[in-house]
């Protein structure tokens, strides 16, 4: 029976009608404000229109004084475009005429350049016949096979370089073998 009694308590319970009644008096007090709120838009409506006119009239205003600039600019730019195209072609002709000297030069300085090279290595070899000491300082020598070299020779070389040089210390002995085995 607990079931019968709460449907009974639910159907006598007048709350939900209150909440619907509420709902329904709140909907018709903000319909009444609504004729006021639709006068009030109507009349920004038209301030807003009246603004908007003006500004428009104004941005038009300001086009055609940017319409007067620009003719006027444009009226003075040079009224001869051919010379002014003339110009720009004999300048470019120039340019391009500086660069072909520049080319040039640089061509002659590069020949000069492989010229100087060539001789400071015909210099840096040893003639054909002529003793490995006719070379500059520092020079590598250049042979094609080297020659077998007598044991003796070097040693009888390396004691007079010694005798020669005896001041000079354990680094001549070095100097000396390194300029008998490049010979």
Not at 73 to 92: G, I, R
Not at 135 to 142: L, M, N
């Amino acid at each position: 029976m607990a079931i019968t009694d709460e449907i009974k308590k639910t159907l006598s319970d007048p709350t939900p009608l209150y909440a619907l009644a509420g709902a329904g008096d709140l909907a018709y007090e903000k319909l009444r404000e609504v004729p006021g709120k639709v006068e009030a838009l109507a009349a920004d409506r038209k301030g807003t229109q009246e603004k908007a006119t003006a500004k428009l009239q104004e941005a038009q205003s300001r086009l055609v004084d940017a319409q007067a600039k620009v003719a006027g600019t444009v009226s003075t730019l040079p009224a001869d475009l051919k010379e002014l195209q003339e110009k720009a072609q004999s300048f470019a002709l120039a340019q391009v005429g500086r660069a072909v000297e520049l080319a040039v030069k640089a061509k002659e300085a590069y020949d000069e350049l492989a010229e100087r090279g060539k001789g400071v290595v015909d210099r840096s070899r040893p003639a054909e016949g002529a003793p490995a000491a006719v070379q500059p300082a520092g020079a590598e020598a250049v042979a094609e096979e080297p020659e077998p070299v007598d044991a003796e020779l070097v040693e009888d070389d390396e004691t007079a370089a010694e005798a020669e040089e005896p001041a000079a210390g354990p680094t001549a002995k070095k100097s000396a073998r390194g300029r008998k085995s490049a010979e």
